[in-house]
């Protein structure tokens, strides 16, 4: 076995980028379902927190929607209003200016590009 010096290895590895706060966005399968159901809605599409969250409990509990119970809509309600949707509005992926309506934000392409990357690899 060959013995390497890693030291140009980890000079190159130090300039790139890292940045745990461009991961949080995508750290929970809550918010990860919420991008990629976006993603397949017209770029100019709005849905609402209900709708989201019948997506995101289907998801969660791997159940048609039909089979849902009430207490998992509920929870994802709950959640997408007190964590994830404001997340990702803070971190723009979503535009959540008009209460009634949850649209894109300035950076979906982005974190879209991101997710759809990584789905790609792992089929």
Do not use: W
Request: overall charge positive; aromatic content about 4%.
């Amino acid at each position: 076995m060959t013995r390497r010096d890693p030291t140009t290895h980890v000079e190159q590895l130090r300039e790139l980028s890292d940045q745990e706060s461009f991961f949080e966005p995508i750290s929970t399968l809550r918010r990860r379902t919420v991008i990629r159901y976006m993603n397949r809605l017209s770029p100019t599409a709005s849905v609402s927190t209900k709708e989201l969250a019948r997506v995101c409990a289907s998801i969660e509990q791997n159940e048609p929607l039909s089979a849902l119970a009430r207490s998992d809509f509920r929870r994802s309600v709950q959640g997408l209003r007190q964590r994830d949707v404001t997340r990702l509005s803070i971190a723009g992926v979503l535009d959540t200016q008009n209460t009634d309506s949850i649209v894109r934000g300035e950076r979906f392409e982005l974190y879209a590009d991101v997710l759809t990357a990584i789905d790609a690899k792992l089929q």
